[in-house]
T-cell receptor
Framework: DTGVSQDPRHKITKRGQNVTFRCDPISEHNRLYWYRQTLGQGPEFLTYFQNEAQLEKSRLLSDRFSAERPKGSFSTLEIQRTEQGDSAMYLC?????????????FGPGTRLTVL | AQKVTQAQTEISVVEKEDVTLDCVYETRDTTYYLFWYKQPPSGELVFLIRRNSFDEQNEISGRYSWNFQKSTSSFNFTITASQVVDSAVYFCALSEAGMNRDDKIIFGKGTRLHILP
C-alpha cells in the first residue's frame, strides 16, 4: 500500500500567478485533509473532504483558495492571484473514517515560494 | 477552544542520553484524541502514536514512551537512549472525538530535537 503522495514537491511562482497542487490519498481512504505549515509553526487545518463532499473550510481559506475532490479520489488545491504570504508548506493527509477511531497519514507536502 | 502548547522550542542532547518532550493541551471536550508526529528534515509528518482521552495507560514502543496525565493535561514523550536518527521536529496534537467529529487536528508549534553524535 503506497502512502499519500503530493505533486509537485516544490513550486516557485511570481506574485499574482495561479498555482494548483495535487494530492493522491491512500487508496480507499474516504477522508482527505489539507493543512498549511509556515516556518517554525505546526500545521494548520485548511479544509477536508469526506468522499467528494467538502465538509468544512477554515477561516484561513480565503476566497482565493479553492479545493476539489472529484469522484472522491485525488484532490486539488488551487490558489489564485498568489501573494507572498501564501508561501508555506501545503500538507495533505488522508484517513479511513469508520465508526471508531482513525488516524491521518500525511504526504510529503508541497513547498510553495511566492516571489 | 482547543490548544496545544509545546514550551520547548529546541532541545539538544548527546547521543544515548534520554530526552523528554513536553506537551500540555487545553480542551473543553470530555473525549478527545492526542497524537505525536515526527517531522524529519525531509518534511513528511510521520505518525507516532494516538491516545484516546479515556485511556490514561502509559505506552512504550521500543525506545519511545508516552506519559498521559489527564490531571495535568499533559502528554509527554520520552526517547530513551537517543540516536542521531531521532533528530527531527516533534509535534504534539489534539483532535475532538465523538460521532460527528471532523477529526481536524490542532498541532502545537513543535519541538526541534538535535541529537549530537
Amino acid at each position: 500500500d503506497t502512502g499519500v503522495s503530493q505533486d509537485p514537491r516544490h513550486k516557485i511562482t511570481k506574485r499574482g500567478q495561479n498555482v494548483t497542487f495535487r494530492c493522491d490519498p491512500i487508496s480507499e481512504h474516504n477522508r482527505l485533509y489539507w493543512y498549511r505549515q509556515t516556518l517554525g509553526q505546526g500545521p494548520e487545518f485548511l479544509t477536508y473532504f469526506q468522499n467528494e463532499a467538502q465538509l468544512e473550510k477554515s477561516r484561513l481559506l480565503s476566497d482565493r483558495f479553492s479545493a476539489e475532490r472529484p469522484k472522491g479520489s485525488f484532490s486539488t488545491l488551487e490558489i489564485q492571484r498568489t501573494e507572498q504570504g501564501d508561501s508555506a508548506m501545503y500538507l495533505c493527509a488522508s484517513s479511513l473514517r469508520t465508526g471508531g477511531t482513525d488516524t491521518q497519514y500525511f504526504g510529503p507536502g508541497t513547498r510553495l515560494t511566492v516571489l | 477552544a482547543q490548544k496545544v502548547t509545546q514550551a520547548q522550542t529546541e532541545i539538544s542532547v548527546v547521543e544515548k542520553e534520554d530526552v523528554t518532550l513536553d506537551c500540555v493541551y487545553e480542551t473543553r471536550d470530555t473525549t478527545y484524541y492526542l497524537f505525536w508526529y515526527k517531522q524529519p528534515p525531509s518534511g513528511e509528518l510521520v505518525f507516532l502514536i494516538r491516545r484516546n482521552s479515556f485511556d490514561e495507560q502509559n505506552e512504550i514502543s521500543g525506545r519511545y514512551s508516552w506519559n498521559f496525565q489527564k490531571s495535568t493535561s499533559s502528554f509527554n514523550f520520552t526517547i530513551t537512549a537517543s540516536q542521531v536518527v531521532d533528530s527531527a521536529v516533534y509535534f504534539c496534537a489534539l483532535s475532538e472525538a465523538g460521532m460527528n467529529r471532523d477529526d481536524k487536528i490542532i498541532f502545537g508549534k513543535g519541538t526541534r530535537l538535535h541529537i549530537l553524535p
